[in-house]
């Protein structure tokens, strides 16, 4: 990725830079595409989200479905408990 920036910085364009790096180290295009966009965005050059909020994003949603989860197996539960209290003792 530093190789892309410095090649902007060299030639004063974006066109045609990341094949050219691309071309020279053997890496996909389209990785090293999409790896300067995202440290674009990291830099705030571009807006869309860092990495570091993505992975926030995610963390939240597991944290959800775990919350999801127990919550469904308490009502489950808050069920089975008061369906025994309300029968009859012996």
Do not use: C, Y
């Not at 892309?4 to 050219?20: A, S």
């Amino acid at each position: 990725m530093r190789a892309v920036f410095q090649l902007r910085k060299e030639l004063g364009t974006d066109h045609g830079t990341v094949k050219r790096v691309a071309d020279q180290t053997g890496i996909g295009v389209e990785s090293l595409r999409n790896w300067v966009k995202q440290a674009e965005t990291d830099q705030g050059i571009t807006p869309g989200v860092t990495t570091a909020q993505a992975a926030r994003i995610s963390e939240l949603e597991q944290e959800n479905r775990e919350l999801r989860r127990a919550n469904s197996i308490l009502k489950s539960a808050s069920a089975f408990f008061a369906a025994e209290l309300d029968r009859p003792s012996r």
